[in-house]
């Protein structure tokens, strides 16, 4: 399963983008969809997570309200939606995707992920 990023780009502040995750080689029927970001200066850290049903999902903290995951399997496709953005939201996003993990609100998102994406890079700046 490959898994390519796009959408990113420049964006001004308060201003939106979606990124698109598209999978190929494979399904992304039955497995959890994570999106990450590496900002300057940063390890890569969890953003927003969906189960492979899309019954659950989790955001951190600091996108909640902000940020929308979703999926759509007809496409085999998922989506981060980024509302709101602040200049501090600039970094390379990653989706991942992972069999055995299981997104749940009450659990921070697992930087294990089985399959990852080389990366969209969003800045946020005037």
């Known amino acids: 399963l490959q898994l390519v990023e796009s959408g990113g780009g420049l964006v001004q502040p308060e201003g939106s983008l979606t990124l698109t995750c598209t999978a190929s080689?494979?399904?992304?029927?039955?497995?959890?969809i994570a999106w990450f970001r590496q900002v300057p200066g940063k390890q890569r850290e969890g953003v927003a997570c969906?189960?492979?049903?899309?019954?659950?999902?989790r955001y951190e903290d600091f996108v909640k309200g902000r940020f929308t995951v979703s999926r759509d399997k007809s496409k085999n496709t998922a989506y981060l939606r980024l509302n709101s953005l602040k200049p501090e939201d600039t970094g390379v996003y990653y989706c991942?995707?992972?069999?055995?993990?299981?997104?749940?609100?009450?659990?921070?998102?697992?930087?294990?992920?089985?399959?990852w994406g080389k990366g969209t890079l969003v800045i946020v700046s005037t």
């Open positions: 080689g494979g399904s992304l029927d039955y497995l959890t």
């Open positions: 969906m189960s492979f049903a899309g019954g659950s999902t």
């Open positions: 991942g995707a992972d069999a055995l993990y299981y997104c749940s609100g009450s659990v921070p998102i697992s930087p294990d992920m089985d399959y």
